[in-house]
């Protein structure tokens, strides 16, 4: 899980690098035209898969969402600190937990509904509406979490029929397709310096994928979870070290929240799991 969270931060760094050299689309469809070569391992398992009509529209709906995710995400991360960005994106794991309440028909106790509360309260101290001003970059980014948290929903109803490397693949395919048209309509020849950054974003992403996916499958969640608030001192860290970006205490009040309220969601999870099935050696992958 450490080594997701530097993967993942130094995706956000690069794309942060690349700035705005490069239209917003075009740097999104690049990372997932890249990320192609790092699936490609996968698609022969989707060739073999079973996919009925059903579970195509979910996958066209997760990759058109995922794609609005992304272009608002690469948005925000070339326009505020890498620590707001780490921040709020925190926020998708409350996204599922209230989505899954609303459109799957999981309980909500009080307990969790508590937990969302506090989680809620912690991207307010991050973002201080009233005492800064708040970017447009920020709103991107709570769209990025609105987004990312939809398209997890979707993705917990398809890996149930489909094996999670086949997910994964679909994901990459749909979003390429979705961003290219954007893409192509804003092009900009990119340098051969600007196709190597863009790789190396692909690179990390995919590793961070493969590393957390190792990370569940030998350890609970329970003792996972916490591991990612590491991720906002790394970001931060990034931020003030190579783009001189002002480390905010609030920042990392409001992140930590949140984190505190999804590792509480995650451990009573763990807990009403242990009370209902025997004890079994918990993984998840």
């Known amino acids: ?53 059903r579970l ?4 066209a709906w997760r990759g058109a969402v995922h794609s609005v995710a992304v272009l608002l995400w690469f948005y925000a ?11 709020i994106n925190y926020l998708n794991p409350i996204g599922v937990t209230v989505g899954a309440a609303f459109l799957l028909r999981e309980a909500l106790p009080p307990r969790r509904l508590a937990a969302v509360g506090v989680a809620l309260l ?17 709103f991107a980014m709570l769209g990025t979490a609105l987004g990312l948290a939809s398209g ?13 490397a086949v997910v994964v693949a679909l994901l990459t395919v749909t979003v ?24 190396l974003a692909a690179f990390f992403a995919t590793g961070g994928h493969y590393a957390m996916t190792r990370a569940f499958a030998v350890a609970p969640l329970t003792v996972t979870q916490p591991v990612t608030f590491l991720n906002l001192v790394w970001a931060v860290a990034l931020g ?36 209902v099935t025997p004890p079994v050696q918990a993984t998840k992958g």
């Open 1 to 53: 899980m450490v080594l997701s969270g530097l993967m993942f931060v130094g995706m956000n760094a690069v794309v942060k690098h690349v700035g705005t050299a490069l239209p917003t689309a075009q740097t999104g469809f690049l990372r997932f035209a890249f990320g192609l070569i790092f699936v490609a391992p996968a698609f022969g398992a989707l060739r073999r898969a079973r996919i009925t009509p």
């Open 122 to 138: 912690g991207a307010l101290v991050v973002l201080r509406p009233g005492l800064r001003e708040i970017e447009p970059g920020h």
């Open 240 to 275: 003030a070290v190579l783009f001189g970006e002002a480390v905010d205490p609030f920042v990392l009040l409001g992140g930590g929240m949140i984190i505190a309220a999804i590792s509480f969601i995650t451990w009573r999870e763990a807990r009403a799991k242990r009370v």
């Open 56 to 59: 195509w529209r979910l996958i």
């Open 152 to 164: 997890y929903l979707i993705a917990k109803s398809l890996t149930a029929e489909i094996a999670p």
């Open 176 to 199: 390429s397709i979705c961003l290219a048209p954007f893409a192509i309509s804003v092009w900009v020849p990119p340098s051969g310096v600007e196709l190597g950054w863009m790789a």
């Open 77 to 87: 991360m070339a326009r505020i600190p890498l620590g707001d960005v780490m921040a």
